[in-house]
């Protein structure tokens, strides 16, 4: 089965610039994730949809980002306007149900510089 | 709140030796599955093992094993016999009550070097 799409694999921007990414999951999967991971460290949760509507979004920094699932599958996340601590890898991940039970599948991710 | 600690940063081994990571978790709940993770330089968290807090049963899968010890709160992992392929940065991640739907809480990763 192909994997979790995510594009663009980098990209650099100045801060106060906006950007976005994209995540595609694997198809059927009705939850999809946002996390952010800065170097040397875990990923960290930003938000998580089950189908088109968000479950979680308690560490999303909501003054700058902003994520949508609009039809319940491809999703995007902005940040506007970015900030060096911006800069991180963010991965997208996709499982067949929000439970417990069903493991999370990662894309290749999204690394950004501000600078 | 809950935690998951890798006090293991990096870890060089040469070919063929074992390689133990540790993992200690901190969590309220009683019902809560524990994961490890390989991320390999290409970035992607590739799934290794999963493992819910009501089976302590530790089991081999090929290379790799597991200890899950509730009364220490820890889940260690190790790689028998390691190859080269094998480096890569490795994460521990706790995931509570399934009404939390199926959120990682990742630890800080350590990252095994094996040297052929």
């Known amino acids: 089965e192909a994997g979790v799409a995510q594009s663009p694999r980098y990209k650099i921007i100045e801060k106060r610039q906006s950007v976005a990414f994209w995540c595609n999951p694997i198809?059927?999967?009705?939850?999809l994730y946002w996390y952010q991971q800065i170097l040397g460290q875990g990923p960290k949760l930003l938000i998580q949809f089950q189908n088109n509507g968000v479950v979680d979004d308690s560490q999303l920094p909501k003054d700058r980002f902003s994520a949508e699932r609009l039809k319940g599958v491809d999703s995007t996340l902005k940040i506007q306007p970015a900030k060096l601590e911006d800069s991180a890898v963010y991965l997208c991940?996709?499982?067949?149900?929000?439970?417990?039970?069903?493991?999370?599948?990662f894309g290749n991710g999204t690394r950004l510089t501000v600078t | 709140a809950q935690k998951v600690t890798q006090a293991q940063t990096e870890i060089s081994v040469v070919e063929k030796e074992d390689v133990t990571l540790d993992c200690v978790y901190e969590t309220r709940d009683t019902t809560y599955y524990l994961f490890w993770y390989k991320q390999p330089p290409s970035g992607e968290l590739v799934f290794l093992i999963r493992r819910n807090s009501f089976d302590e049963q530790n089991e081999i899968s090929g290379r790799y094993s597991w200890n899950f010890q509730k009364s220490t709160s820890s889940f260690n992992f190790t790689i028998t016999a390691s190859q080269v392929v094998d480096s890569a940065v490795y994460f521990c991640a706790l995931s509570e009550a399934p009404a939390a739907g199926n959120k990682l809480t990742f630890g800080g990763g350590t990252r095994v070097l094996v040297k052929p």
């Open positions: 991940a996709s499982s067949l149900r929000g439970l417990n039970n069903s493991p999370l599948h």
């Open positions: 198809s059927g999967h009705a939850t």
